[in-house]
C-alpha cells in the first residue's frame, strides 16, 4: 500500500479544516451569546452576571489564539492559491469574532457603572439595537458556515440599519442629557455602549466582506456606505 | 553551481523578510503621522486638512492587506517554529497599525463636527493624551524594529500612563457637560475621541506584547492592570 500516507495525510488535512471551521464557528457563537447574557445583564442590572461575562471572554480569547496557531499549522500543509485566500479569512474572522468578545464584555463592565446610579428609563433602545448586532452575528456564522457570498452580502447590508437606529439612540441620548444634568454620567456609559454594539456591527460586516473574499477572490464588492454618522451630529 | 538555486532561495527568503519589516516600520509610521495630523486638526479647525487624514487611511489599509499576502506568501516557503511566531506576530503587528490608522482617522473625523460648534476652551487635555500615544506608537515601532522584548515591555508599561490621563480627561469633560449643556453635544465627541486615542495606547501596547512573543515565544508577561477606568466613573 505505498500511497496510504499520501492518503492519509491528505484526508487529515481536510479533517483538520472542518475541525478549523467548527472551532470559528463555536468561538462564533460564544461571541454571540455574550452579547445576548450582556444586554440582558444591562435589563436586570445583575453585577453578578456581569462579572461572569467579563470573566468569559478570557475563553473566546484563549480559543482566538488556538485556532490562529491552528490556521498557521495548516497553512504550512496545503500552499495552493485558494488554501491562501481560506487561511487569511480564516484568521481575519477569528480576529473579527474575537473583537466582538471584547465588545459585548465591554457592554457587561459599562452596566456595573451604570448600577451605580438609579435605574434609567431609557436603555430600551440599547437592548433593541443589541438584538439586532446579535442578529447580525448570528446569520454572518450562517453564512460563513455555508461558504454562502450572497448571505454574506445580505449580512453586510443590514448593517445599514444598525447604524440608523445606533445614530438615533445617540441623538435621543444627547437630549436626555441636555434636560437633566444628572443624567449625563450614566447616558455616557449608554453612548459607549451603544458604540460597543454599533462596532459590533462593523465586526460583522468584516466577516461578512471575508466570507466574500474567500470564495469569490477579488471580485469587488460594491462600497458600502459610511457606517457610524453621530460624528456629524452637532 | 550545483548548490546555488538553494543560496538564492535562502537569501531571498532573508530579503523577503527584510523587506517585509521595513513595510510594516513603513506603515507604522504612516499611521503614527495620521495620528499627529489629526491632533493637529482638532487645535487648528482645519475641515479640510481632516478630509486628507480622513482619505489617507485608505492606504494604511491597502498597505495592511499587502502585508498580509506578503507574509502569508513568506510563509509557505519557511517552516520553522520561529518563523510561526513571526509569521503570526507579523500579522497581528500589522493589523494593529491598520486599526491605530483607523483610530486616528476617526479623531480626524470627529473633529469636523467639534467645528460645527464654537470652539471648546478644552481640546489641549486631548492634545497632551493624543502626544503620549504618538510617543508610545513610535517607540514600539522602534523595539519591532530592533526585535528587542525589554524595549517592547517599557512601551507596555507606559500605557498606565495613557490610561491615567484618559480617565482623568474623561470626568473633566463630564463636569463640564454638567455645568453648561451646550458643552454637552462637542464634549461628546472629545470623548468619543479620547477613547479612539486610549484604543491607540491598547493596540501599541498589543504591538509590543507581540514582540514579546515573537523572541520569547510562550514565556509569559506580567499581567497588565486594567486598561480603562472611566467604566467605574458614577
Known sequence: MPNQPTEHIVKS?????????????????????????ALDVVERRDDKAAARIIAND??????????????????LRGPLARDLRDILAALRIAADIERIGDYAAN??????????????PYT????????????????????FRDSDPD??????????????????????????MMEDPRAITPSTHLLFMAKNIER?????????????????GDEPLLPRDKRDFTNTVS
Open 124 to 143: 430600551r433602545g440599547l437592548t433593541q439595537l443589541g438584538q439586532l448586532a446579535v442578529r447580525q452575528v448570528r446569520e454572518v456564522l450562517v453564512a
Open 107 to 120: 457592554v457587561a463592565k459599562r452596566s456595573t457603572a451604570l448600577n451605580l446610579a438609579p435605574p434609567l
Open 13 to 37: 488535512y481536510d479533517d483538520e479544516r472542518a475541525r478549523l471551521t467548527s472551532e470559528i464557528l463555536r468561538m462564533g457563537e460564544m461571541a454571540a451569546a455574550q452579547l445576548e447574557a
Open 200 to 216: 459590533i456591527g462593523d465586526h460583522a460586516t468584516n466577516i461578512a466582506e471575508n466570507i466574500w473574499f474567500q470564495v469569490r
Open 151 to 176: 448571505a454574506a452580502r445580505r449580512v453586510r447590508a443590514q448593517d445599514a440599519e444598525i447604524d440608523t437606529v445606533y445614530t438615533g439612540l445617540f441623538r435621543e441620548l444627547l437630549t436626555y
Open 58 to 75: 478570557e475563553a473566546i480569547d484563549t480559543l482566538e489564539q488556538e485556532i490562529s496557531q491552528d490556521v498557521m499549522k495548516l497553512a
